[in-house]
Nanobody
Framework: QVQLVESGGGLVQPGGSLRLSCAAS????????MGWYRQAPGKERELVAH???????SYADSVKGRFTISRDNAKNTVYLQMNSLKPEDTAVYYC??????????????WGQGTQVTVSS
């Protein structure tokens, strides 16, 4: 099973940027589609973006045009570049090693999460 470790969260002002990283180990990273989720206090975990094995991205409407998901198979890492951050982006962000077959299928394999707080 793939182990996932997220990093890169922090406190940022509205309009600022952060880049999250998710390092994978213990599996064959290139075989997995990868996804980023977030969970705000009192809310359900939601899919933010996913990327296929071949590098095709997909985004939730709430982040489209502001966030960019990418992957580096040589480094076994998936990234989430977040620009123009808003207070409503505040959440714990998690990555997931899933499958893409006509649509995204998450696994029950999660990292520990990284906190992103957008506040002035």
């Amino acid at each position: 099973q793939v182990q996932l470790v997220e990093s890169g969260g922090g406190l940022v002002q509205p309009g600022g940027s952060l880049r999250l990283s998710c390092a994978a180990s213990g599996g064959i990273f290139s075989l997995n589609a990868m996804g980023w989720y977030r969970q705000a206090p009192g809310k359900e975990r939601e899919l933010v973006a996913h990327i296929t094995r071949g590098g095709s991205p997909s985004y939730a409407d709430s982040v489209k045009g502001r966030f960019t998901i990418s992957r580096d198979n040589a480094k076994n890492t998936v990234y989430l570049q977040m620009n123009s951050l808003k207070p409503e982006d505040t959440a714990v962000y998690y990555c997931n090693a899933g499958i893409y077959s006509s649509r995204w299928y998450p696994s029950d394999n999660w990292g520990q999460g990284t906190q992103v707080t957008v506040s002035s």
